[in-house]
């Protein structure tokens, strides 16, 4: 794993590229069989850098560290990973098809690796780290070679729940990145997003704005290239929510969605960034 800082301590901006950009191998042969914790090591695989096989300079979370399986692998595949955005578990558990396939998942936004499993109808479930008894459980169907973003996110008091991104959205053109949001902190009310690389955000209109918790925006395009990002209560540009300084940059092409996830503690979020179809990272508040 690289250091997310430069040797002179200044922090590294993520890369996110193109769906595909400079991958020399296939998606990694992980099934969803198996138990992520009990597997003993030389059954494990760890998808931590997925700049080989997704073309990715990002992250991936615990969620990395899954069972490998025996037998044939399916040509009818599909693949999945997880965000985990919940704001009552530290960490947290997620099952595919009855067994545990991310042990450990962190909150604050961190995001898994990618899994891979049969395609068809599968149950989906969210337990607290260790625990056997499941919190939420949905059956989703997956069809064969989609991929699917899943982000764990809501209450207990109010209520959990997945939001499924189904990765099918076209490229964008030659020079230009596709951006949306998916606001998951239900703390927070409306906000704007700012995607600039201006210092002021004075007269600026913003990049998108979330309305609520559990809206997922429409898709808005830039230009390639590397972007500050800002987010401030709606309706107010001097009420910093959020800020990524060292900028995180959009290859040409690419597909991606803002999580805003809440923080473990206080009531600052973080943002994960999810690329379709590639890899992840997630920025850390500069505020607090």
């Not at 969803?32 to 997704?54: C, E, I, K, N, V």
């Not at 067994?99 to 690796?113: F, I, Q």
């Not at 998108?208 to 972007?227: N, Q």
């Amino acid at each position: 794993m690289h250091s997310p800082h430069d040797p002179q301590g200044r922090r590294r901006a993520p890369v996110i590229v193109a769906p595909g950009s400079n991958a020399t191998s296939a998606a990694p042969q992980v099934r969803y069989s198996g138990d992520a914790a009990a597997a003993p090591p030389s059954r494990r695989r760890f998808l931590g850098q997925l700049t080989t096989a997704f073309g990715i300079a990002g992250t991936a979370g615990a969620g990395g560290l899954l069972a490998g399986c025996g037998g044939g692998v399916s040509d009818e595949l599909a693949y999945l990973r997880f965000c985990h955005t919940g704001v009552d578990d530290a960490s947290a558990d997620f099952w595919v098809a009855g067994s545990r396939v991310v042990a450990g998942l962190a909150d604050g936004g961190t995001v898994g690796g990618w899994l891979e499993g049969e395609a068809g109808s599968v149950s989906l479930a969210w337990h607290a780290a260790g625990s056997s008894t499941a919190r939420l459980t949905e059956t989703r169907s997956l069809d064969t070679d989609s991929y699917t973003s899943v982000i764990a996110w809501g209450t207990l008091a109010s209520s959990l729940k997945f939001r499924y991104l189904a990765e099918t959205n076209s490229a964008a053109s030659s020079g230009s990145v596709k951006l949306r949001g998916f606001h998951a902190a239900p703390s927070i009310g409306a906000v704007n997003v700012y995607v600039t690389n201006t210092s002021s955000l004075d007269g600026l209109d913003p990049t998108f704005t979330l309305s609520a918790a559990g809206t997922l925006g429409d898709f808005v395009t830039l230009s390639s290239g590397t972007w500050r990002v800002r987010v401030t209560n709606s309706g107010d540009s001097s009420s910093l929510l959020f800020d990524y300084s060292g900028g995180v940059t959009l290859g040409s092409t690419a597909v991606v969605t803002l999580v805003l996830s809440p923080r473990a503690s206080g009531s600052l979020p973080n943002v994960a960034l999810l690329a379709e179809k590639s890899g992840s990272a997630l920025l850390g508040n500069e505020l607090v």
